[in-house]
């Protein structure tokens, strides 16, 4: 058991996160606190957090770095990898046309397709960036 300092619980150890520079090899704060810390963080210095990932992103390292992560999630995710080519190609082709966001009383012009299922790639309903990552679950609504 370990107690964090920011909330004050006793917590079994695998709620602490690794930090090999503290005595014990664990993090100070809880998983809980540190997240929450770390994401107050994030959405005070968004702009800076943007601006300096922009820059790496341009430069020639951060090239290579993308482009091996984007080859390894290409490996990991065949499927999604083979539906969104195909969903660009037939955009690109006219076969499929974008339609505004379809998350009810959105309409957002500027979409991206969702599959339910990666075995029929043309088969897609258009969400904004916002309400994708809604549908995902990777944010809360």
């Known amino acids: 058991m370990k107690t964090c ?7 079994p150890l695998s709620d602490f996160c690794a930090n090999r520079a503290n005595r014990d090899g ?18 005070k210095n968004r702009q800076r957090i943007f601006a300096q990932r922009k820059v790496y992103l341009a430069s020639p390292e951060g090239r290579k770095a993308h482009g091996r992560r984007a ?24 076969r499929l046309i974008k339609k505004p966001c379809e998350f009810p009383g959105c309409g957002d012009p500027k979409v991206q397709a969702h599959h339910d299922d990666y075995s029929r790639p043309l088969d897609v309903v258009w969400y904004c960036a916002f309400h994708h990552r809604v549908v995902e679950g990777k944010v809360a609504a």
Do not use: I, M
């Open 71 to 94: 080859k390894a999630h290409r490996s990991r995710n065949p499927d999604k990898a083979k539906a969104r080519r195909a969903v660009d190609s037939a955009v690109h082709s006219g």
């Open 26 to 43: 664990l993090q100070s704060r809880c998983r809980t606190c540190h997240s929450e810390e770390k994401r107050a963080y994030y959405l």
């Open 5 to 11: 300092p920011k909330c004050g619980r006793d917590l």
